[in-house]
């Protein structure tokens, strides 16, 4: 594992999170979403995103990567 993986925000999965979603659903995306972003950082990639100028672009292909799962 990565050292993402030895992060208490990582571990505890709840950051943001609001009771009117599924605690274990928020927790897997949480922790998807920490996981790629700390690879991402570390490695100096944009595996799940992509940069314009200054201006990193997430959301979008983490949304995209997350609805085209869930439509499978």
Same mark, same amino acid.
């Not at 990582?10 to 790629?36: A, I, L, M």
């Not at 595996?47 to 439509?71: D, E, H, K, P, W």
């Given at each position: 594992?990565?050292?993402?993986? #030895?992060?208490?925000?990582? *571990?505890?999965?709840?950051? !943001? $999170?609001?009771?009117?979603?599924?605690? +274990?659903?928020?927790?897997?995306?949480? #922790?998807?979403?920490?996981? *790629?972003?700390?690879?991402? !950082? $570390?490695?100096?990639?944009?595996?799940? +995103?992509?940069?314009?100028?200054?201006?990193?672009?997430?959301?979008?292909?983490?949304?995209?990567?997350?609805?085209?799962?869930?439509?499978?």
């Amino acid at each position: 594992m990565g050292g993402w993986s #030895r992060s208490n925000i990582y *571990r505890s999965g709840t950051v !943001g $999170y609001q009771k009117n979603v599924d605690r +274990g659903q928020y927790q897997y995306y949480f #922790r998807e979403g920490f996981r *790629r972003g700390y690879e991402d !950082g $570390y490695y100096s990639t944009m595996r799940y +995103g992509y940069r314009s100028g200054n201006t990193a672009y997430l959301l979008g292909s983490i949304l995209n990567t997350i609805l085209n799962v869930a439509n499978q």
